[in-house]
């Protein structure tokens, strides 16, 4: 199985802070790389896609980028509702695996 | 509007059967590049994928897990139904069913279920 290493496991962060979460896989994955924004009781949000791809009706301020093995979400001005826990995903093959998710605090 | 909704018991004891179905609407896994995978989500951990059927009734499993898998479809009833052998309480978990549009190599969730939380506990 490909693992998926997030870094940091939790940060915290203020309003307007530009906001950076790595994804990094075992292996190449080349831009098969997708991210979720998640908030305590609710289910997971497609934020990105393919590495860099913003998912209709996502605010401009995530973007994505990386390819390979090395990725990274960031959130350019932290926004109140932004506060959550971020998870990367692959879908170069399967089983399909996500990161262990990045718990933006504040 | 794209929707999907989980549904299931709540409680299964060890060794027994579980089935879940996602009922869904808004889309058909009949059309090209259409699929629906499960994911769980065990109380304060991280997301896991379980499985996978595509429009053409190719199926995927994650094959480490203990308990056996079954994913099927119903295109007429757009729902599909995940089915667990010979659960185990580390089986508890927040179950979720999501949309899985493919292209080319790729995919994603795009819509997700509310998911359906199951305990497994004698």
């Known amino acids: 199985d490909i693992q998926m290493t997030q870094s940091p496991s939790s940060l915290s962060a203020s309003v307007g802070d530009r906001v950076t979460i790595t994804c990094r896989a075992s292996?190449?994955?080349?831009?098969?790389l997708n991210w979720y924004q998640q908030k305590p009781g609710k289910a997971p949000k497609l934020l990105i896609y393919?590495?860099?791809s913003l998912q209709s009706g996502v605010p401009s301020r995530f973007s994505g980028s990386g390819s390979g093995t090395d990725f990274t979400l960031t959130i350019s001005s932290l926004h109140p509702e932004d506060f959550a826990t971020y998870y990367c995903?692959?879908?170069?093959?399967?089983?399909?695996?996500f990161g262990q998710g990045t718990q933006v605090e504040i | 509007q794209v929707t999907l909704r989980e549904s299931g018991p709540a409680l299964v004891k060890p060794t027994q059967t579980l089935t879940l179905t996602c009922t869904f609407s808004?889309?058909?896994?009949?059309?090209?590049?259409?699929?629906v995978s499960w994911i769980r989500q065990s109380p304060g951990k991280a997301l896991e994928w379980l499985a996978r059927?595509?429009?053409?009734?190719?199926?995927y499993y994650r094959t480490s897990l203990k308990t056996g898998l079954t994913i099927s479809k119903d295109t007429s009833k757009n729902q599909v139904v995940l089915t667990m052998t010979n659960v185990d309480p580390v089986d508890t978990a927040t179950y979720y069913c999501a949309r899985v549009p493919s292209y080319g190599s790729g995919n994603y969730f795009d819509f997700w279920g509310q998911g359906t939380l199951v305990t497994v506990s004698s």
């Open positions: 808004g889309f058909s896994l009949s059309t090209h590049g259409m699929c």
């Open positions: 292996q190449s994955i080349n831009n098969y």
């Open positions: 059927i595509d429009w053409d009734d190719a199926k």
């Open positions: 995903q692959q879908s170069y093959n399967t089983p399909q695996t």
């Open positions: 393919a590495a860099s």
